[in-house]
């Protein structure tokens, strides 16, 4: 069973600082892995989609990187604002299904 | 366009009470996902319907948990004599495609058991 882990659980900075978040998972036979943003109270928004065979993907502020034969994955977020303050989750594809870590909620001090 | 939409939000049920739970995926999605998220965890796969098959319901926690989708469409989770432990919340998530690409979830409904 493909088991999803991210560290820090939580992690709180001064805006204008990078963020580094960490996600491992034990099996590396996945199709993709997905980084999602959750707000409280919040469904899940999907950030960057990294298919198995990329190396990174970017959007604006975030950069998200794979590496499928150590089983990792890093999200980095430039130049931290407060509207950034939320849950980050990553989940990898096998087949169909999507298995989730528990993510790192992010506090970015004013 | 409209988004994948779930109803209730909210729901508060008493410990035996029956519930059931609906999704709207967007419209022309071929597939359709139930996910349960516990509080300060991420998302467990529940079940996967591809139109109207049921194709996997092995994350189901027990027997209690039930998942249709007859018109392949609308989707309802219902859930038996609810147990404190089936608070959570309830994400359901549609894609375009046979084999799922990107899934877009809706904003789940928060069950509460007393």
């Known amino acids: 069973k493909q088991e999803v882990t991210q560290i820090p659980a939580a992690l709180s900075v001064p805006e204008g600082e990078n963020l580094v978040l960490n996600c491992s998972f034990t099996?590396?036979?996945?199709?993709?892995l997905q980084w999602f943003r959750q707000d409280p109270g919040k469904g899940l928004t999907s950030l960057l989609l990294?298919?198995?065979?990329?190396r990174e993907q970017t959007s604006g502020r975030l950069n998200a990187s794979l590496d499928k034969s150590s089983g990792r994955s890093t999200l980095y977020i430039a130049a931290s604002q407060p509207g950034d303050s939320a849950t980050y989750l990553c989940a990898v594809r096998d087949d169909y299904k999507l298995s989730f870590g528990a993510g790192t909620t992010v506090t970015v001090r004013a | 366009g409209a988004g994948v939409s779930q109803s209730p939000r909210y729901k508060v049920a008493k410990r035996g009470q029956d519930v059931a739970l609906r999704c709207d995926p967007i419209?022309?999605?071929?597939?359709l996902f139930w996910y349960q998220q516990a509080l300060g965890q991420g998302p467990e796969f529940l079940t996967y319907f591809q139109n109207e098959a049921q194709l996997d319901k092995s994350g189901l926690p027990s027997d209690r948990f039930f998942a249709e989708r007859p018109e392949g469409s609308v989707s309802t989770l219902k859930i038996q004599r609810t147990q404190q432990e089936d608070s959570a919340v309830y994400l359901c998530?549609?894609?375009?495609?046979?084999?799922?690409?990107?899934?877009?979830f809706g904003p789940g409904t928060r069950l509460t058991v007393t």
């Open positions: 990294i298919q198995s065979s990329q």
């Open positions: 099996d590396s036979a996945i199709y993709n």
């Open positions: 419209s022309g999605h071929v597939s």
């Open positions: 998530a549609s894609s375009p495609t046979r084999t799922p690409y990107e899934q877009y």
